[in-house]
Every structure is written in C-alpha cells, then in structure tokens.
C-alpha cells in the first residue's frame, strides 16, 4: 500500500506544483501512519482494543448530547 501511495504522489507532485507537493506529503505521512496503527494492533491488541472501546463511548456520548 505505501508503494502505491508513493507512486502516485510522485506523478501528482510533478503535475500541480506547490500543492501537489503538500499532497504527496500528506499522503506520506498518512501511508507511515498506517503502517504504526497496524504494527501497535499486532503488539499490544488490549491496547487497541481498549482505545476503540474509549473512543466508541466517547463518541456515543458526544452524539447523544445533540
């Protein structure tokens, strides 16, 4: 998936200037992102599971306000 991602930043890049650059960064930064969710959902799955459950409840609450 990085791989692709790259590959496709270096064409937009190339194309749109200064914002094609900004793209291709954030792209970068979302690929790396990815790739430390999964190697911390592999390691330390209580962690994973315990931050899905917070963020569930915390956005259950939020919602329920409205």
Avoid: C, F
């Amino acid at each position: 998936m990085i791989s692709i991602a790259r590959d496709q930043t270096s064409s937009a890049s190339s194309d749109e200037g200064p914002a094609g650059e900004a793209l291709a960064r954030a792209r970068e930064y979302m690929a790396e992102a990815g790739e430390m969710v999964k190697d911390v959902v592999n390691h330390r799955p209580a962690l994973a599971l315990g931050v899905a459950l917070a963020t569930g409840v915390l956005l259950g609450w939020l919602i329920k306000r409205r």
